[in-house]
Protein backbone atom coordinates (compact mmCIF):
# COMPACT_ATOMS: atom_id res chain seq x y z
CA UNK A 1 0.00 0.00 0.00
CA UNK A 2 2.90 2.37 -0.44
CA UNK A 3 3.94 2.47 3.52
CA UNK A 4 7.76 2.64 4.40
CA UNK A 5 8.36 0.23 6.81
CA UNK A 6 11.69 1.23 9.19
CA UNK A 7 13.35 -2.34 10.64
CA UNK A 8 16.61 -3.75 11.64
CA UNK A 9 18.71 -6.38 10.03
CA UNK A 10 17.03 -9.01 12.02
CA UNK A 11 13.41 -7.75 11.31
CA UNK A 12 13.93 -8.17 7.17
CA UNK A 13 15.80 -11.76 7.72
CA UNK A 14 14.37 -14.06 5.11
CA UNK A 15 12.76 -10.99 3.08
CA UNK A 16 14.41 -9.85 -0.27
CA UNK A 17 14.75 -6.22 0.53
CA UNK A 18 15.13 -5.01 -3.24
CA UNK A 19 12.81 -2.24 -2.50
CA UNK A 20 15.12 -0.16 -0.71
CA UNK A 21 13.14 3.07 -0.49
CA UNK A 22 10.32 1.72 0.95
CA UNK A 23 12.10 -1.63 3.69
CA UNK A 24 14.33 1.03 5.26
CA UNK A 25 16.73 -0.97 7.50
CA UNK A 26 17.79 1.38 10.51
CA UNK A 27 19.84 -0.75 13.42
CA UNK A 28 20.61 1.88 15.82
CA UNK A 29 18.64 5.30 17.15
CA UNK A 30 20.68 7.52 14.58
CA UNK A 31 19.67 5.48 11.20
CA UNK A 32 16.40 5.29 13.05
CA UNK A 33 16.11 9.31 13.34
CA UNK A 34 17.74 9.37 9.82
CA UNK A 35 15.38 7.23 8.60
CA UNK A 36 11.88 8.70 10.04
CA UNK A 37 13.44 12.08 8.29
CA UNK A 38 13.77 10.36 5.03
CA UNK A 39 10.20 9.29 5.39
CA UNK A 40 8.89 12.95 6.24
CA UNK A 41 10.57 14.10 3.28
CA UNK A 42 9.34 11.56 0.86
CA UNK A 43 5.97 11.19 2.09
CA UNK A 44 4.12 9.74 -0.31
CA UNK A 45 4.94 8.60 -3.88
CA UNK A 46 2.41 6.87 -5.98
CA UNK A 47 4.78 6.40 -9.29
CA UNK A 48 7.44 5.02 -6.91
CA UNK A 49 5.30 2.40 -5.58
CA UNK A 50 3.89 1.69 -8.81
CA UNK A 51 7.27 0.56 -9.89
CA UNK A 52 7.72 -1.42 -6.75
CA UNK A 53 4.52 -3.16 -7.09
CA UNK A 54 5.48 -3.98 -10.97
CA UNK A 55 8.55 -5.21 -10.21
CA UNK A 56 6.60 -7.81 -7.25
CA UNK A 57 4.01 -8.61 -9.82
CA UNK A 58 6.83 -9.67 -12.54
CA UNK A 59 8.71 -11.38 -9.86
CA UNK A 60 5.34 -13.52 -8.83
CA UNK A 61 4.89 -14.11 -12.84
CA UNK A 62 8.09 -15.41 -13.39
CA UNK A 63 7.88 -17.74 -10.13
CA UNK A 64 4.57 -19.28 -11.20
CA UNK A 65 5.88 -19.99 -14.69
CA UNK A 66 8.85 -21.80 -13.45
CA UNK A 67 6.48 -23.90 -11.21
CA UNK A 68 4.29 -24.50 -14.29
CA UNK A 69 7.14 -25.61 -16.11
CA UNK A 70 8.64 -27.86 -13.33
CA UNK A 71 4.95 -29.49 -12.88
CA UNK A 72 5.16 -30.21 -16.97
CA UNK A 73 8.41 -32.04 -17.00
Known sequence: NGCRVIGTDVSYEGIDVS?????????????FAENVNYCM???????????VLGQYINRFIDTTEWIQNCMVD
Open 19 to 31: AKNLLLIANNAKE
Open 41 to 51: VKAYNPEEIKN
